[in-house]
């Protein structure tokens, strides 16, 4: 067994789900998980039907990109934007992007979402801001998704492109990515009424930022203490 199997088979294992589910399509979106102490991540591959992924297919690369294992298949052409996120946000164990249906909803009407539901705010974030657009792989995407990381929360919206979604480890990337269309589905339908949006109390919006922010500090503690260990 290979030294990074265990992560290549989990990125497959996510994707596989978000496939089976509906958020990821034909060749569009990608999930990536960081290897644990090194600056190398497990990536999905570029231009793959999904449908008929299989595990050696998944990629594995440093921070500058280079080829840990050399499996002829060149990473996502968004793996730059996901090594951003793993550079600017020392919390983050797993990145999932999708062109799932109702975030893509507010992707193309440029609007943020807006704390709804404080058993989800508590763990996505009390708002969900929006990226401005990027093409596709482009320096330009990775600095706008870099220039709202400083929020602290866990899903953004891509500007005519998608969602992204990120956690500690593979599985609350995967759980985030549910939440988020969970929350864009219920507002969409919510403003299809015409009726006025009731938000959470200012002050539980706050409290919902602090408890994300809470965990995030804990995962990056118990990073620096394994580093330590190590």
């Known amino acids: 067994m290979g030294k990074y199997d265990s992560y290549k088979k989990q990125v497959f294992d996510c994707t596989m789900d978000l496939?089976?589910?509906?958020?990821?399509?034909?060749?569009?979106g990608n999930v990536s998980m960081l290897v644990?102490?090194?600056?190398?991540?497990?990536?999905?591959?570029?231009?793959r039907e999904y449908r008929t992924l299989t595990v050696d297919e998944?990629?594995?690369?440093?921070?500058?990109?280079?080829?840990?294992?050399?499996?002829g298949i060149k990473p996502s052409v968004e793996t730059g934007m996901h090594v951003s996120?793993?550079?600017n946000r020392k919390d983050v164990g797993a990145v999932v992007h999708t062109h799932q249906i109702f975030a893509s909803v507010f992707a193309l009407i440029n609007e943020p979402i807006p704390c709804l539901f404080d058993e989800v705010a508590s763990t996505i974030g009390?708002?969900?801001?929006?990226?401005?657009?990027?093409?596709?792989?482009?320096?330009?995407?990775?600095?706008?998704?870099?220039?709202?990381?400083?929020?602290?929360?866990?899903?953004?919206?891509?500007?005519?492109h998608g969602a992204l979604s990120l956690g500690s480890d593979i599985s609350k990337a995967k759980?985030?990515?549910?939440?988020l269309e969970k929350c864009a589905r219920v507002y969409y339908y919510a403003?299809?009424?015409?009726?006025?949006?009731?938000?959470l109390p200012q002050n539980m919006q706050e409290l919902m930022g602090k408890i994300v922010v809470m965990k995030q500090d804990a995962e990056i503690k118990r990073r620096e203490e394994l580093k330590v260990k190590v």
């Open 175 to 179: 759980r985030n990515t549910e939440l």
């Open 58 to 71: 998944i990629c594995v690369v440093d921070f500058d990109l280079k080829p840990i294992e050399d499996n």
């Open 191 to 199: 403003l299809s009424t015409g009726k006025e949006i009731n938000l």
């Open 19 to 28: 496939v089976h589910e509906g958020y990821i399509q034909g060749l569009g």
């Open 85 to 87: 996120v793993y550079r």
């Open 126 to 160: 009390p708002v969900v801001e929006v990226v401005p657009y990027g093409l596709s792989g482009s320096p330009q995407l990775m600095d706008n998704v870099v220039t709202k990381l400083g929020n602290r929360g866990n899903c953004y919206i891509l500007q005519n």
């Open 36 to 47: 644990e102490g090194e600056d190398v991540i497990a990536v999905t591959p570029s231009q």
